[in-house]
């Protein structure tokens, strides 16, 4: 069993940042996918950015304001999130997913608020 566990969310003014954290219970890094979705009220989860051997995509919406970043030494994966938007208020989710089986696993999601 892998836990997640996502810190750093809270409420932010418009343009503002905030760095999300995603840390692992055990090292699973180098056999894992890691991405970080979001969820806002209403509407279904949606991919952010995904990271997989050195290289990260990011949804259109989120490109050149997001920056997502992994430690493998440390089993750690941040969300840095600059020029924050009202439409990026969602709860933020980190998720693993193992390279071969294709398990997934979930954290319990941090709220992300943007708002003036």
Known sequence: ???LVESGGGLVQPGGSLRLSCAASRSIF???TMGWYRQAPGKQRELVAI???GI???TDSVKGRFT???DNAKNTMDLQMNNLKPEDTAVYYCNARHVYS??????QGTPVTVSS
């Not at 294709?102 to 954290?107: A, D, L, R, V």
């Open 30 to 32: 180098n056999y894992y």
């Open 51 to 53: 990271t997989s051997d």
């Open 56 to 58: 990260t995509q990011y």
């Open 68 to 70: 997502a970043s992994r």
């Open 1 to 3: 069993q892998v836990q």
């Open 102 to 107: 294709g398990i997934n696993y979930w954290g």
